[in-house]
């Protein structure tokens, strides 16, 4: 599903190295070989997550 939300900003429920489980903010950048590159609100920076570690993703509605 993250692959196509490519360009988009979505919500991600995260299980890092650490087995701690985040909530993070992230424009997506791309998706390939099992990494999503992002660039992360929450750190406010590039970020790469793997994609197994993804427990689930939201789109976030962009306010006008």
């Known amino acids: 599903m993250i692959e196509q939300c490519i360009g988009q900003t979505v919500q991600i429920i ?10 993070r903010i992230i424009q ?3 998706v390939r070989n099992g990494k999503v590159r992002a660039f992360c609100t929450s750190a406010n920076g590039p970020r790469v997550f793997n994609t197994d570690s ?6 976030v509605k962009q306010h006008a």
């Open 28 to 30: 997506v950048l791309s």
């Open 14 to 23: 995260y299980n890092d190295r650490k087995r701690n489980i985040s909530i």
């Open 54 to 59: 993804i427990i689930d993703v939201e789109l």
